[in-house]
């Protein structure tokens, strides 16, 4: 399944995004699960929209939707697993650990209070993230390139990411 985070304040570039996402999709001949994750309750009439690009294309189906309550920063208390895939679409602050084989995805600011093993995507030129402490973690950039970093009481912003 693929995972496409959408910024649905402005419904009519989301629709774009979407549309774009399935037009590159069209010559695929095996058709593939997608998970939108909004930022914000998507509208009714905005969701209807979403319903009808996915249905005027065939190489996709939307198998869920998600989206994460506003809130102005949110504190966590849990181990994140291997095998789970996180969404940090707001400020957080995690105490606890992330495991060898989770996965996180990152459009703001994240603070880890522990351990970081697992695989970093940071989707947002603006995000970064702190850690306690960096073990093997694996970071991806845009272009998919994967780059693996240790070391601890570090901030690794977008930026420093994409120049190791």
Not at 9 to 18: G, L, R, S, V
Not at 104 to 117: D, Q, S, T, W
Not at 125 to 130: A, L
């Amino acid at each position: 399944m693929e995972t496409l985070l959408i910024d649905n304040k402005d419904e009519a570039q989301a629709i774009t995004t979407i549309n774009n996402y399935l037009e590159s999709r069209r010559l695929d001949k095996r058709k593939k699960e997608v998970c939108l994750v909004f930022n914000e309750k998507p509208s009714n009439g905005f969701f209807k929209q979403v319903l009808l690009t996915f249905f005027n294309f065939k190489s996709a189906y939307l198998k869920m939707i998600k989206y994460e309550k506003e809130s102005k920063c949110n504190l966590e208390k849990t181990v994140i697993h291997s095998g789970e895939e996180v969404y940090c679409l707001g400020p957080k602050i995690i105490v606890g650990n992330v495991n060898n084989g989770a996965l996180l995805r990152i459009k703001n600011n994240v603070v880890f209070i522990g351990e970081v093993h697992g695989t970093i995507i940071l989707e947002d030129d603006k995000s970064s993230i702190y850690a306690d402490k960096f073990a093997n973690t694996i970071f991806i950039d845009r272009h998919n390139n994967k780059k693996v970093f240790s070391g601890e009481k570090y901030l690794m912003s977008y930026e420093e990411m994409e120049a190791m």
